[in-house]
């Protein structure tokens, strides 16, 4: 969840943060060690309404794209931010483009000046920038995160298209379940009135059921909804999320599945950090964002091993942050040298494994959800008619 974090830190001032966090404690101690002093934390609370009290975002792949363009083509690093600037529509994304400009014609370097807008620009991108500057390759180093981040943006749409199809499955199961329910059934409790005790006992059950909708149908419509509002704002709280992440972390195929999905965002983002030239410790640091507690606290205990001459790939199994590829790569990487290629190699091996894993669960999962819904409006409806089947046998 995203959190606003205000605070200093010397030779910046007061400035703005956004971080990834899983609570606003979690927050406040991802600011402390980058070295900031906090001053407050907002955000992570609350029912937000689409389109309402959300500032747009900033289309900082497409404006990494274009810049490497224009880069590409010759022009300069401000005159490639003044063409952007110039035909952006956005008056928001047009403001932070200004100050970028302000900055840059100020002197600051390019980092320094991408750290003015932290809403904007994460620290991922601001490191890769700053990295650059020492080598003079930005346009390689851009290059290297609009690769990293396409490749994320394909592993997030795989995971969301596969969720689409489940989502409409439960939400036209969930609709034909409560018009059985609050229409169909009260309409039949009518016909079997006279009947009394000579029902099913479960048939009898659904009956009262359809006359306490009838009697207190409006009652029931808002509580329905109420209902389903507390629920939706218990889910948005941090502490449910957690507490749900660490239930599905709990389940064995689905906790491993969610620590590889981890390793490989931890391991891709890392492998392009050292790739742009950032040493191995400060990378550490920048991407225990992208890992839930339990394995920050590994990470943390990784980051000193190394510090104390440990080698990266004795770390990391030390500390339960490898699988058996990712373990047999990095020893590979330590004796080439080319220990950033290796380790986007281990994401792009676990990512067509999440992949195929996805694809199978899939499969597998939308037939047997089809099958539950249709056992339980087919319940309804056989225990709606069970009464009339009942009363022709005995008719017979």
Not at 5 to 33: F, H, N, P, Y
Not at 67 to 80: F, Q
Request: proline share 4%; glycine share 10%.
């Amino acid at each position: 969840m995203r959190y606003r974090v205000k605070a200093m830190k010397s030779g910046e001032g007061v400035i703005s943060l956004e971080l990834d966090a899983r609570d606003a404690a979690d927050a406040q101690t991802q600011a402390v060690g980058k070295g900031y002093a906090v001053l407050s934390v907002q955000g992570g609370g609350g029912l937000t309404l689409p389109g309402l009290g959300r500032r747009a975002k900033f289309p900082l792949l497409l404006f990494t794209q274009e810049l490497l363009a224009l880069l590409r083509s010759g022009i300069s690093l401000v005159e490639a931010i003044e063409t952007l600037a110039e035909k952006e529509s956005k008056a928001e994304t047009r403001g932070v483009l200004q100050r970028l400009l302000a900055a840059l014609y100020e002197g600051k370097p390019f980092s320094a000046s991408l750290q003015l807008a932290p809403q904007a620009f994460p620290e991922l991108y601001i490191a890769t920038v700053r990295a650059s500057e020492r080598t003079g390759d930005l346009p390689e180093s851009l290059e290297r995160y609009v690769a990293y981040q396409s490749q994320l943006d394909v592993v997030r749409k795989k995971l969301v298209s596969a969720s689409i199809y489940p989502a409409i499955l439960i939400g036209v199961g969930g609709i034909v379940t409560m018009f059985l329910l609050g229409y169909v059934v009260p309409r039949f409790s009518h016909v079997y009135e006279d009947m009394g005790e000579d029902i099913p006992f479960v048939s009898r059950l659904l009956m009262q059921w359809g006359k306490f909708i009838e009697a207190n149908g409006l009652m029931a419509g808002l509580g329905f909804v109420v209902g389903v509002g507390v629920l939706v704002w218990w889910v948005s709280q941090p502490g449910t999320r957690a507490s749900l992440f660490r239930l599905v972390r709990a389940i064995p195929a689905m906790g491993e599945r969610v620590r590889v999905y981890q390793l490989t965002r931890f391991y891709r983002t890392l492998g392009m950090l050292l790739a742009g030239g950032i040493s191995i410790v400060p990378a550490l640091s920048m991407v225990a964002g992208l890992l839930d507690s339990e394995l920050r606290v590994r990470l943390e205990n990784a980051s000193r091993m190394i510090r104390e001459g440990q080698s990266i790939s004795m770390a990391m199994e030390t500390c339960a942050l490898t699988t058996p590829v990712s373990l047999r790569l990095l020893r590979v990487g330590e004796r080439s040298g080319q220990m950033g290629e290796m380790m986007e190699r281990i994401a792009a091996f676990h990512d067509e494994e999440l992949a195929r894993w996805v694809d199978t669960f899939t499969k597998t999962f939308e037939p047997l959800l089809m099958a539950f819904i249709g056992i339980v409006i087919g319940g309804i409806v056989v225990l709606m008619y069970l009464p009339i089947f009942e009363l022709a046998g005995s008719i017979q």
